[in-house]
């Protein structure tokens, strides 16, 4: 089992920049795959990025491919999602997602398939 709680998020303006932490406890963070989904009112939960436990695949959907870097510190128990040039349709509650992996290249862009969630944290993108 593993406990994880988002911070970094906040008001930005448009073609700003945020990188958003997660921090893991409760047991170790290794042999977890991480991922990043964000939810805006009214509109369902979206994929924004996946890394494997060793770091080795990321994913990244069309939306945010080359504004944003999903990156995981395994000795620090943290992954963090890096935006960049953000615009307002980034706007969204930001959460993070772990699931157990045992292959290293293991990542998943589905949230049915995490069984451990963070309680999100805002990011408000003014234009």
């Known amino acids: 089992q593993v406990q994880l709680v988002e911070s970094g998020g906040g008001l930005v303006q448009a073609g700003g920049s945020l990188r958003l932490s997660c921090a893991a406890s409760?047991?170790?963070?290794?042999?977890?795959?991480m991922g990043w989904f964000r939810q805006a009112p009214g509109k369902e939960r979206e994929f924004v990025a996946a890394?494997?436990?060793?770091?080795?695949?990321?994913y990244y959907p069309d939306s945010v491919k080359g504004r944003s870097t999903i990156s995981r510190d395994n000795a620090k128990n943290t992954v963090y999602l890096q935006m960049n040039n953000l615009k307002p349709e980034d706007t969204a509650v930001y959460y993070c997602?772990?699931?157990?992996?045992?292959?290293?290249?293991?990542?998943?862009?589905?949230?049915?398939?995490?069984?451990?969630w963070g309680q999100g944290t805002q990011v408000t993108v003014s234009s």
């Open positions: 890394i494997s436990w060793t770091g080795s695949s990321t």
């Open positions: 409760g047991r170790t963070f290794s042999n977890y795959a």
């Open positions: 997602a772990a699931v157990r992996a045992y292959l290293g290249s293991y990542l998943s862009l589905r949230d049915y398939e995490y069984n451990y």
